[in-house]
């Protein structure tokens, strides 16, 4: 005979808690942000600014860069690599400036111009698709990601890992959570602002009501003030640049 009733010894596991945010503190930015050279520096403002990926920072054209009437770069304007969605931030001044320095230093003039590109001239970020011999003579395809931003980046933080100055665990990609957190704290001071439709701008996902993804044209610049505000946060990563 078999006794069917529960053990009274079991005990109840507590609801699963979510997986903590990981994101960079302004200390560890700032430390960051001292020993990357110039090009990394650029791209580490544009990821906050922006929210962009390593892709993303890749895919980036001259044609993409508005600039105002003062001839310096006010926003970029580009469709996400992954979701296709618009992505339109406005740029903090520093960022701008960074920008306009790295165009003319590299003398990008034509607007189908890459931004970034390695030393061979090809995309930092691209998916590289070979032919591979078999042991039978026949030939198979194979492919590789090759993200040159990411490690490039992961070697310049290294020193700062080891001596304990920046979490191990911090990659590029965190720039982007780092950027929409502070998104989100802006708009927690604003009663009534729809923070998740701003962070959806800023991180350029995909709408996720049916009105806002077929039927509703938004007006993106709502970000702006949001962006401009945490630009004033993060302005503390780079006041002693001496730049």
């Given at each position: ?7 009274t ?17 302004l ?6 942000y ?9 791209m ?17 054209r001259l ?5 105002n ?13 992954k ?11 520093k ?42 003579g ?9 993200d040159?931003?990411?490690?490039h ?12 100055t ?41 709408p ?8 509703t044209?938004l ?7 949001y ?8 302005s503390n ?7």
């Amino acid at each position: 005979i078999h006794d069917y009733r529960l053990p009274t010894d079991i005990s109840i596991p507590t609801k699963a808690q979510p997986n903590e945010i990981l994101i960079y503190s302004l200390k560890e930015l700032q430390a960051l942000y001292t020993v990357v050279d110039k090009r990394m520096r650029l791209m580490i403002l544009i990821a906050l600014n922006t929210g962009y990926t390593s892709s993303d920072l890749s895919d980036i054209r001259l044609q993409n860069i508005q600039f105002n009437e003062a001839g310096k770069p006010e926003r970029i304007l580009k469709l996400r690599t992954k979701t296709s969605e618009p992505q339109n931030h406005i740029l903090w001044t520093k960022t701008s400036e960074l920008l306009l320095d790295w165009i003319d230093d590299n003398k990008i003039e034509n607007m189908n111009q890459l931004i970034f590109i390695n030393r061979n001239g090809n995309p930092l970020v691209r998916n590289v698709v070979k032919m591979k011999r078999q042991a039978d003579g026949t030939r198979k395809q194979s492919g590789s990601h090759l993200d040159g931003i990411s490690e490039h980046f992961r070697t310049l933080t290294k020193s700062l890992k080891e001596e304990g100055t920046l979490r191990k665990k911090l990659t590029f990609k965190h720039l982007r959570k780092t950027g929409g957190t502070q998104i989100y704290s802006e708009c927690k001071k604003s009663p009534g602002v729809d923070h998740l439709l701003i962070e959806q701008l800023y991180y350029s996902h995909k709408p996720t009501s049916v009105a806002r993804q077929y039927y509703t044209k938004l007006d993106r610049t709502i970000l702006d003030p949001y962006l401009l505000e945490a630009g004033k946060f993060f302005s503390n990563i780079w006041l002693d640049d001496g730049q």
